[in-house]
């Protein structure tokens, strides 16, 4: 049975609560302040807190201090006081999520019914970094190189909370790979992650893509469309390359992360929205600002989590390790193994890959095609270029036979 602590100062609410949450697989307690749910705790560690943050004897962040709270319960901070920076400021302590008074019924059970222990997402996390000691890869990632441990780390820490993230990097740095990484790993994934490239949209059909239609709204519009908001929910939708959206666009866009709701085009009913946004730029972000291409202030509504992915030159150590992940996949899928000679892998440790890592699986496949035999060696790959770096260390030809 799934225990939940409600901590409100307000007893209406706390009991309004209480019936929204009651059921016969679930019990309930109460606490009026935060010396009576430091009580509860000691009690009964609960499932999951529904922390209110204006309490008479301090602000519910304070609870956040008690040992174990988090390793045991999942907190929801639940509030009708909460500021965008109040709201993140709990995210980032480690609140699962928030809910802001009056809480509408369904989406307080579609925040439940996604709740997971902590110690159960902890043990996902410790499999993953388990993964990369052992074969090299977090999941859909691969690399073991700092930087990109830095990145698994912040993965690691965000995914479990609905904090918004800002991916940067140059374009085929893996920006969709990290977005689906933080999907999987938060509890919104047995719900859609949708991709949206804001850049293969026209402009002209960018407010129906996204929010959706009424039939009739426009010429052409010959059904009702569901929009991207509308299918994701529940889920994740990364909206790549979003300096591409259209300004106007952009406004609505922020409306809708601020007030949970959105209208399809040729309606005024509104709909609400439960999704998690990713968003993503091949741009700096200050650059994107000052040249009009992003509103600043939907950047700092989205860009509370950044990430930024390193460019494949920075790290060169990761060279030997994704380009065998490459020729693995394709080998299998073509039902014929290849490998490469240490020369291979010398020289694609002295290129310095503009195109990142989805010009060196390019270059994988296209080595895979132009070799006759069993090796593929440096004649098939790419060039150093003017300037490279120096080479890292290749994987030792033992190490490529597995």
């Known amino acids: 049975m799934i225990h939940v602590l409600i901590v409100d100062d307000d007893i209406d609410s706390a009991e309004t609560l209480r019936a929204l949450v009651s059921n016969e697989q679930t019990s309930v307690s109460t606490a009026h302040s935060l010396l009576a749910a430091r009580k509860q705790l000691a009690l009964q560690q609960p499932d999951i807190v529904l922390l209110d943050l204006m309490l008479p004897d301090g602000s519910g962040l304070a609870l956040f ?63 993953l970094r388990t993964g990369v000691a052992r074969h090299g890869n977090f999941g859909h990632l691969w690399g073991r190189s700092p930087s990109m441990l830095a990145v698994y780390e912040q993965i690691s820490r965000v995914a479990a909370t609905s904090v918004s993230v800002f991916i940067t990097g140059e374009s085929g740095t893996g920006k969709e790979l990290v977005a689906h990484t933080v999907h999987e790993l938060s509890r919104r994934r047995k719900q ?50 979003i300096t591409e959206m259209p300004l ?31 968003a993503a730029s091949n741009r700096p972000l200050t650059q994107a ?21 390193p460019p494949l030159r920075e790290r060169l150590e990761d060279v030997p390790l994704l380009a065998q992940h490459f020729l693995s996949a394709i080998s299998q899928s073509e039902g014929s193994a290849k490998r490469f ?62």
């Open 65 to 127: 201090d008690t040992p174990q709270l988090l390793e045991r319960s999942e907190v929801i901070l639940v509030t009708g006081h909460a500021s965008l920076e109040t709201s993140i400021q709990a995210l980032r302590l480690g609140a699962a999520d928030y809910l802001i008074k009056p809480i509408n019924p369904s989406h307080l059970q579609r925040v439940l019914a996604r709740a997971m222990k902590p110690a159960a997402i902890q043990a996902e996390v410790a499999n």
């Open 248 to 278: 106007e666009l952009q406004v609505k866009l922020l409306r809708v992360l601020e007030t949970g709701r959105f209208s399809r085009v040729g309606s005024t009913a509104s709909i609400d929205s439960d999704v998690r946004v990713i």
């Open 192 to 241: 859609p992650f949708l991709a949206v490239n804001c850049g293969a949209i026209s402009p002209q059909l960018f407010e129906s893509e996204i929010f959706g239609h009424e039939k009739g709204s426009f010429t052409g519009a010959e059904r009702q469309h569901s929009g991207f908001f509308e299918r994701a929910s529940g889920g994740t939708l990364f909206l790549d390359e």
């Open 289 to 309: 600002v000052a040249s009009g291409r992003l509103r600043e202030d939907l950047l700092y509504r989205l860009n509370v989590f950044p990430i930024e992915l």
């Open 341 to 402: 000679s240490p020369e291979a892998l010398k020289q694609l440790c002295r290129h310095r890959w503009p195109g990142n890592v989805r010009e060196l699986r390019n270059a994988v496949q296209r080595a895979f095609v132009m070799a006759p035999g069993e090796w593929i060696d440096e004649h098939w790959l790419p060039a150093p270029l003017a300037g490279t770096a120096p080479s890292a260390p290749a994987l030792q030809p033992a190490s490529l036979e597995r």
